[in-house]
């Protein structure tokens, strides 16, 4: 097995252009084919870090987001006395009353976008201890202030710490930045709950609630009590990390049809590309075929040396692409989410399955790329090889 | 023109490379229609939008309401000919996943600010009559099966509570990029209820929609206007529905960027695809190339060999992936989510870009090979072996 093993090398050398063409076509095969997955894996892992799953959150039945949705201050009361939500040190139920509103913002190359402010109640750190403070100070609830998520920092002007942005006809100050570890509340503005319903003439009312539960395994009791109160049929209770799940489903279906879509496409152009290249390579060599099957080289290893050139040169091209797909992680980017109707910022993320994913899809472009050239090289009757010119 | 015959004869000497060739062509071509689709399709407001159109929303973010009493105030603004208004509806028409936009128009005046949106004078009548009627687009009805008389439901969100509106009319599209999903209901008839039920919401306006006599003047008309609520608690933002909906897409920019690197991306790997066969192809006759000129035969006779041959392959792979491009675009934007694009269908640019992708990519791929083969010396290439 040595000698045709060699033997793929130096054809390698020989046939350099031919054979980086094919390369480098497979590595930008694999490369948008890992770019697309890993946009559609860091749309998921931003909106699955978001919320946690011992919080329930509470929305309007229908509506279609957090800003459709009203809860009047009565509703608010009834929920703030239901079973199986947990206790602070002090004896206060976690709870968070939350106004939730979409601002413009104008972002530093021109153009204006959407961007969530919401409100929070007194003890949201308990709610939401994921939630630091990396810049500046917290709010002061009697004041207009804001603190920002370390995302919209990135993405838009004016809103570094020590700035004040203009919302409904008042300056309000922002005193300090926060990080979730990039969940989607960084995309978003945070301040009191109060100030924030006044400013926006909202009286009472609020968009959703959050709470945190004794326990997780306590969800199915506090649904079937949330449920039992004929008061609150009008609303309803989802996990707060689902409820941020299925906020993306617009995006992320948009993303992962695409990217089946253009995976699908790309791969049957890059398996042609393999086998034009592996045909002729084998065209080439008809004489040399020849020369091997009558030193007494079996079919079996013809075919076997063939398939692996197709493979090593698919492989090539996969970890080349691989490679360069890596360095992606290093971009955030930023999006309309249709469903929140707001910016939400995530990175593209690697993840071991998309890399051996991709791998993988490499190998099988070279395998059937490969294979039917590879077979009609081992087919070659031996006299027929040698007589060709 | 012996030498044209010889670039047929060539072009399928390998019938099987040759059929890849153009087949990975056409399968790429397919690939850059449909995501030059997408992008077009995303721009669609846009080319609906008109510049003798203003739109006036809160400045801050449409999600605030504006007062009804600005409707006159807007009125009195030289250069406006006629305003109307409009609010969100949003809701639930049987599943969340049914999505269209509903709005909640002025009867009086939405259908004359907007001419495109094309409805007979009997349904204008119709719907101007009855409170809870309500005007559908033709895609809307053509997907759910909707007819005039028909009673629809929507289940509110914004707007809590159940809804029912009668079917008076189905507007038709004037334009291929005039949006014929949308619905319109009475704006006074959720009003009415608004006062009942929530009076703190009553005579609220999403937004204010202007037609003006000089599309020149917008830039001082959209000025005149917000000054007249410039230190009232709702201030507005005025500007030409294009603009408008040019920052609608600025959000979703990312995208769109990502998607035009890749079909460009696409365009680079069908020039791998072309280039790469046509080395092979050069390479196997650099013989056959050295007797041509030993025969006398010039370097432009050469160079026209090999640009016919590219290009014709080009050609071939390029007018079978335009041919599929529709078949598959159509079957595409059947598989994307209800109502995320109100148009989607290959614009002419696209088949344009396509083209000229193609012939590009003609000229590109025989670039190596020409060079090549003028470079090699007669003897060299009597010389070479396989």
């Known amino acids: ?389 | 023109m012996k030498v044209i015959k010889l670039v047929f004869k060539n072009s399928f000497r390998h019938k099987l490379r040759a059929s890849l060739t153009i087949m990975g062509i056409a399968v790429a071509v397919i690939a850059f229609g449909v995501l030059r689709t997408v992008v077009t399709a995303w721009y669609q407001a846009v080319d609906a939008s008109s510049n003798d159109r203003l739109v006036t929303r809160q400045s801050v973010s449409f999600i605030f309401p504006l007062p009804l009493s600005y409707r006159d105030k807007i009125l009195q603004v030289p250069g406006v000919k006629q305003v109307t208004y409009a609010n969100w509806f949003g809701g639930t028409y049987i599943d969340k996943k049914n999505f269209f936009a509903r709005l909640a128009v002025d009867a009086d005046t939405y259908f004359k600010v907007y001419p495109e949106y094309e409805i007979t004078k009997k349904e204008f009548e119709d719907f101007k009559k009855e409170r809870d009627a309500c005007i559908i687009g033709s895609e809307t009805a053509k997907q759910y099966n909707l007819k005039v008389g028909e009673a629809i439901t929507l289940d509110g969100d914004i707007y809590p509570g159940k809804w029912d509106f009668i079917i008076s009319g189905i507007y038709k599209p004037k334009y291929q990029s005039t949006d014929a999903t949308q619905m319109f209901m009475h704006w006074s008839y959720i009003n009415e209820r608004m006062k009942q039920e929530m009076p703190l919401r009553a005579n609220d306006v999403g937004w204010y929609v202007e037609s003006i006599n000089n599309p020149q003047n917008s830039g001082a008309i959209s000025k005149a206007i917000d000054k007249l609520f410039e230190n009232s608690p709702n201030s507005t933002k005025t500007e030409t529905e294009v603009e408008f909906s040019q920052g609608f897409i600025a959000s979703s920019s990312a995208i769109i960027t990502s998607m035009n690197v890749m079909s460009f991306v696409i365009v680079g790997i069908i020039l791998l695809v072309l280039a790469n066969t046509m080395i092979m192809s050069s390479r196997e006759r650099t013989t056959e190339y050295a007797v041509l000129k030993t025969l006398g035969f010039s370097a432009y006779h050469l160079t026209f060999l090999i640009l016919g041959e590219s290009m014709f392959i080009a050609f071939l792979g390029g007018i079978l992936g335009l041919f599929l491009t529709f078949p598959i675009v159509s079957g595409f934007g059947n598989h994307l989510p209800k109502g995320f694009f109100p148009v989607f269908q290959v614009e002419p640019i696209t088949i344009i870009l396509s083209a000229l992708a193609i012939v590009v990519i003609g000229l590109a791929a025989a670039y190596f090979p020409i060079h090549k083969t003028l470079r090699t010396k007669i003897v060299d290439g009597l010389r070479f072996v396989g």
């Open chain 1, 1 to 389: 097995m040595k000698l045709p093993i060699n033997y793929t090398f130096k054809n390698f050398k020989s046939r350099k252009l031919t054979t980086g063409i094919t390369i480098v076509g497979i590595a930008l095969v694999v490369f948008v084919f890992a770019a697309v997955l890993m946009m559609a894996h860091g749309v998921a892992v931003t909106l699955v870090s978001t919320g946690s799953s011992d919080n329930v959150k509470i929305v309007r039945k229908g509506a279609n987001g957090e800003i459709s949705s009203i809860i009047p201050g009565d509703v608010q009361n009834i929920v703030r006395s239901l079973p199986y939500i947990a206790k602070s040190p002090d004896g206060n139920p976690i709870i968070s009353f939350e106004p939730v509103v979409i601002i413009n913002l104008e972002k530093p190359n021109g153009g204006v976008s959407n961007v969530t402010v919401r409100g929070v109640s007194p003890g949201f750190q308990l709610l939401r201890p994921e939630a630091k403070i990396i810049k500046g100070r917290m709010f002061n609830p009697a004041l207009r202030e804001l603190i920002v998520g370390k995302a919209i920092n990135n993405e838009f002007k004016s809103t570094h710490v020590g700035s004040s942005i203009k919302v409904a006809g008042n300056e309000w100050k922002i005193v300090g930045e926060f990080s979730t570890n990039g969940s989607g509340f960084d995309s978003e503005i945070w301040g009191d709950a109060h100030q924030l319903q006044d400013a926006f003439n909202r009286a009472n009312s609020v968009s959703s609630i959050t709470l945190k539960l004794t326990s997780k395994s306590d969800y199915n009791k506090f649904k079937k009590a949330f449920n039992s109160d004929l008061r609150l049929k009008e609303y309803e209770p989802e996990i707060e990390q689902q409820y941020y799940l299925d906020q993306s489903d617009y995006l992320r279906t948009l993303i992962e049809l695409l990217g089946i879509f253009v995976t699908v496409i790309f791969s049957i152009g890059a398996t042609i590309g393999a086998m034009i290249t592996m045909y002729s390579a084998i065209a080439n060599r008809t004489v040399e075929i020849g020369t091997m099957r009558a030193l007494g080289f079996s079919r079996r290893s013809i075919l076997i040396v063939f398939l692996i050139e197709s493979l090593l040169t698919a492989l090539t091209g996969g970890l080349i692409g691989i490679f360069l797909a890596s360095f992606l992680q290093f971009f955030t980017i930023s999006t309309l989410n249709f469903n929140s109707f707001s910016e939400l910022a995530f990175s593209f993320a690697l993840s071991p399955w998309i890399v051996f994913g991709s791998l993988g899809f490499a190998v099988l472009m070279g395998l059937l790329g490969g294979f039917l050239p590879s077979v009609r090289a081992a087919r070659l009757k031996i006299v027929n090889a040698l007589r060709a010119e």
